[in-house]
């Protein structure tokens, strides 16, 4: 399982990528549903201050200092700088918690300023990246990023046997290059992200508040045509998971997974089209 995804607009949204044990918002009854998983979460990304998506910190920072498990972890939430939703409910819960096991962290973050999570043999960052939401308040949406390696161009089209004894010469440095590769952007709430900010990503969460068109009300939301369109146009590689689905289209939903799926072959789009229906606790390989 590589996500789990609790998504309806208005009243809850939250994203656990699990391969960097990270989450993604954190709407009403986060906690509830991640259970023990809460102990292995070590940074949490917020989107923006809207209540959907940040009320579920209040029991997840509390039960991460008095269930069973490591209660000793460190916890970091980063949120778009200077939002002030966000800090009035670090106030909060900072007041209400003040014996915590671990050490809670707030910390807030501008475009382009990278969080390590993961150091392996392969490193790998959150970063986040501006999105259009509320014009009162800033919000981020955020791209986990692997530095990955491969051959220069020089080096291409060689034989495996040619690359092992220029490799055994010359050194692996010599003959490599690095390179970000973008695994997942999560958009959080947003008119339509900007492709070029989640370039080449793998799987894209693109909120669709709205399947019909012609429901559109104002401009901080988006459609599914809209997120379907950010998707083609960024070149995402694997899937797009559609997000923050409105609860009206409860009904609709399977029926348009459906056709989206059918247009996706239609058009040769290279990416799976998930609808994620509000209301439901998805996993997802
Ligand atoms: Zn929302
Ligand atoms: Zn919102």
Known sequence: MKLIIYSKA??????????????F??????SNVLGNKVFAIQHVFLSHGHADHITG??????????AMGDTEKPLTIYYPRGNRRVEELADYIGRTN????????????????????FEGQLTRYVEPFLTQHSRREP?????????RQRLKADYQGLSQAKIVALVQERGRQELTTTYPQKLFSYGGDSAPIEPEKIAETEILCHEATFLDDRDREGKNHSTL???????????????????????????????AQGQAQSAAQRLGLPFQIQLVPPGKICRYE
């Open 10 to 23: 208005l009243y809850a949204t939250w994203v656990y990528y699990s391969p960097d044990r990270v989450l």
């Open 98 to 117: 003040s014996r915590l096991h671990y050490q809670l962290r707030w910390q807030p973050l501008s475009v382009g300023q990278p969080i390590g999570v």
């Open 57 to 66: 910190l209040v029991g997840l920072v509390n039960i991460r200092n008095t």
């Open 225 to 255: 045509a809209e997120a379907v369109e950010v998707a083609t146009r960024a070149g995402v590689k694997q899937t797009l998971y559609a997000i923050h689905i409105s609860s009206r289209y409860r009904q609709q939903v399977a029926r």
């Open 25 to 30: 918002d954190a709407g009403e009854g986060v």
């Open 139 to 147: 919000s981020l949406g955020y791209n986990i990023i692997e530095i």
